[in-house]
């Protein structure tokens, strides 16, 4: 499972690294924020997420921490979403 959440975060950093940055328009910026803070809402989910099965010793599902994560996603495709329109 480390391995997993380590190969998952590095593709969310290259993510934000290589994404475009705002074009100067009000729409694209506040879509640029939007899209940096569902990036960093992801990453700190899977930290807290690896640390809870780390520390888990078959003992705790850590479905909340999972919920958490899988709730990020959810904004991270919204941010996306709304990227991708404001920011052509």
């Not at 930290?47 to 994560?69: F, N, P, V, W």
Request: hydrophobic share 40%; with cysteine; aromatic share 6%.
């Amino acid at each position: 499972m480390n391995a997993w959440a380590d190969a998952a975060l590095v593709i969310l950093v290259q993510l934000a690294l290589i994404s475009p940055h705002a074009s100067g328009t009000g729409d694209c910026g506040t879509a640029s924020d939007a899209y940096q803070a569902a990036v960093t809402k992801v990453v700190n989910a899977l930290r807290t997420y690896e640390q809870c099965i780390q520390a888990s010793h078959g003992k705790d599902k850590c479905s909340a921490e999972m919920q958490q994560l899988d709730d990020a996603h959810d904004d991270f495709e919204d941010a996306v979403g709304e990227f991708k329109q404001a920011c052509p």
